[in-house]
């Protein structure tokens, strides 16, 4: 174990001491080459070790360098010039088709086709613009503004019935899923039926999507059903999609 001296203390406050403040007109090159000369000075008197420290936990010189002058990507709409070294923007050989960029027309462009001799090669382009008879050749490496298309699951959109057993009074739902899906979410559903004590069942939807529409079932769960189902075709011929029931497994 080490243990620090007086004099060890000395030469870094002296050390810390020598880091000048950040001047009013921030001038990177200045500011650099001013600290490059601080440290050197210091360097026959104090270790690396130190030097490095004292840069680390102090917010002096070349921290307020970093912090008033780090560049920013285009992308977050910052008004310093991005000098590549945050560019987050994908590289052409990520596109795809589906994917969106910004071509040389300075447009958006949806990517149809993509072909790249080898992985040195630049990428062949076609898009719904350019048509088949039409590429743009871009160089793998370049950055490019463009997007992915969203993540979508396969499958057959429907409209299910999604009735749970755990309890009488469990409530039922009709929500809009794929057919691909075992078990759906039903935090948007397009009809529900709930009870309560008070008032019985009572289902709600929105046809069209305006005003709530809502059925009084009283106390009978198998009239709450029929209603709920009729919600759910009057949505489905809407949206011209089927009506499918969820199995009862006896819970969710």
Known sequence: MTHTTDTDWLRRYEANAKVPNLPDDVDVDHAMSQLRREVFDLGDRVSVT?????????????????????PTCRSCGGNKQCTGCDDTRPQANRLAPGWQFMSPMNRWETVERIEQATQYAPVRVWTDKTGPDYS????????LDAIAPPWRPHGTPEIRIVEYGYDRSAPMYAVITLDTIYRPENDNPVAEAHYSREAGWKVT?????????????????????????????????????????????GGR
């Open 50 to 70: 130190n030097v490095v420290r004292i840069l680390r936990h102090r917010r002096g010189l070349a921290t307020e360098v970093l912090l008033k002058n780090e």
């Open 136 to 143: 743009w050749l871009i160089k793998q490496w370049c950055q």
């Open 205 to 249: 939807h929105r046809p069209g999507g305006g005003e709530v529409a809502v059925v009084d079932c009283g106390r009978s769960k198998a009239k709450a059903r029929t209603a709920l189902r009729a919600a759910a075709r009057q949505h489905a011929k809407a949206l011209r999609v089927k009506v499918t029931e969820q199995p009862r497994d």
